[in-house]
């Protein structure tokens, strides 16, 4: 579908070749609203390799507004953390987002409906009226919004006993096994693993099986006897 200010493009690849030039052309504010890395991330890296410039650039305001999906796992984390430190403004909403879009200088809005057997369909719009209104939701979600330095704070030092837990959890036990294990009872280990989840900032038992696995990586010490 097409109009004089509505274009309806499909997949990563549509959007890059005819909306790119949007993304390079940015001057004063780019606005990314998002579930997850996954729906605009590929997309706008692309454009802005193809257009050879770096996504922050003087004068220009970026931000980018993740849902609690974006930190499901150590690596997306990780990737979070590089983009906050390449002078991007990140943060992390505690409730879901109302659309997914990004807003470029107060002129455009790109809204990405749900996907298709993994392909999104992108509606560009330039009506001021629907820019305006895409732009104000953005600013009333992002003021609520926690810093995601606060959001992904270093984890408290582990004892032996969270320790053993994390190992059951990695290992993707049930909570049946992984009190058998230990020793314990089931509702004791129930307790241990919410205590768990409430310190790893983890909203479910996959996510907190995941930076298990990442946490205990890296308490490998080099020194460790073999």
């Not at 993740?66 to 930190?71: E, K, P």
């Not at 768990?196 to 907190?208: D, E």
């Amino acid at each position: 579908m097409s109009t004089d200010r509505i274009i309806t493009l499909h997949g990563e690849q549509e959007l890059v070749q005819r909306a790119g030039h949007l993304f390079v052309a940015s001057r004063e504010e780019f606005l990314v609203a998002a579930t997850d890395l996954m729906t605009f991330s590929a997309g706008v890296n692309a454009a802005f390799r193809e257009g050879k410039r770096p996504h922050v650039v003087p004068g220009l305001t970026m931000r980018k507004l993740y849902s609690r999906r974006a930190l499901a796992d150590p690596e997306s984390l990780r990737r979070l953390r590089r983009i906050a430190a390449s002078g991007i403004e990140v943060r992390i909403s505690d409730g879901p987002i109302a659309r997914e879009a990004i807003v470029i200088d107060r002129r455009t809005a790109i809204l990405a409906g749900a996907p298709v057997r993994g392909v999104h369909a992108y509606t560009v719009v330039q009506a001021p009226e629907v820019v305006d209104g895409v732009r104000s939701l953005f600013r009333a979600s992002w003021e609520t919004a926690t810093e995601l330095a606060d959001c992904a704070a270093p984890p408290p030092p582990l004892t032996d006993q969270a320790r053993d837990t994390l190992r059951a959890l990695a290992a993707g036990h049930t909570d049946e096994t992984g009190a058998r294990l230990l020793g314990v009872s089931l509702r004791t280990y129930r307790r241990r693993v919410a205590d768990l989840m409430t310190s790893l900032g983890a909203s479910s038992r996959f996510q907190a099986g995941l930076l298990a696995r990442d946490l205990l990586r890296e308490e490998i010490s080099p020194a460790a006897p073999r």
